[in-house]
C-alpha cells in the first residue's frame, strides 16, 4: 500500500509559477511510475504529466508541455511538478498517482494509487 500527500497549491496570477510536491509512503516508491492528473469543475479528470522509476523518461499533455516540469527524488520518495507560464486554464484540483507497473502511461485506469488532491487556481 502506497499513501500519497499533495501539496504546494495556491492562488496565482497567470504568468506566475508553481511547485506541488506529492510525498510517497512506503519503501518500494523507486519501482513506482508516478503521476500527475487535475481536474476542473464538471470536467473528466485528466492527464497531465508522467515520469519513469528513474527519472530518464518524462511525458506530458499537450497542453502543459514547455511549461510544466515533472521530476522526482527517489531518496526523499517525493515526485514534483513545476509548473510556470500558469493560465487561467490550469485552475484545477491536481492529484498525484502511482502506478506499479514499470510502464509510463497516460491513462487514469492504469494508476494504482492517489493522493487526495490539491487546488490550484489561476487568477487573470
Known amino acids: 500500500q502506497v499513501q500519497l500527500v499533495e501539496s504546494g497549491g495556491g492562488l496565482v496570477q497567470a504568468g506566475g509559477s508553481l511547485r506541488l510536491s506529492c510525498a510517497a509512503s512506503g519503501r518500494t516508491f523507486i519501482s513506482y511510475v508516478m503521476g500527475w492528473f487535475r481536474q476542473a469543475p464538471g470536467n473528466e479528470r485528466e492527464f497531465v504529466a508522467a515520469i519513469n522509476w528513474s527519472g530518464g523518461m518524462t511525458y506530458y499533455a499537450d497542453s502543459v508541455k514547455g511549461r510544466f516540469t515533472i521530476s522526482r527524488d527517489n531518496a526523499k520518495n517525493t515526485v514534483y511538478l513545476q509548473m510556470n507560464s500558469l493560465k487561467p486554464e490550469d485552475t484545477a484540483v491536481y492529484y498525484c498517482?502511482?502506478?506499479?507497473?514499470?510502464?509510463?502511461?497516460?491513462?487514469?485506469?492504469?494508476?494504482?494509487?492517489w493522493g487526495q488532491g490539491t487546488q490550484v487556481t489561476v487568477s487573470s
Open positions: 498517482a502511482a502506478d506499479r507497473t514499470l510502464v509510463v502511461s497516460t491513462r487514469f485506469g492504469a494508476y494504482d494509487y
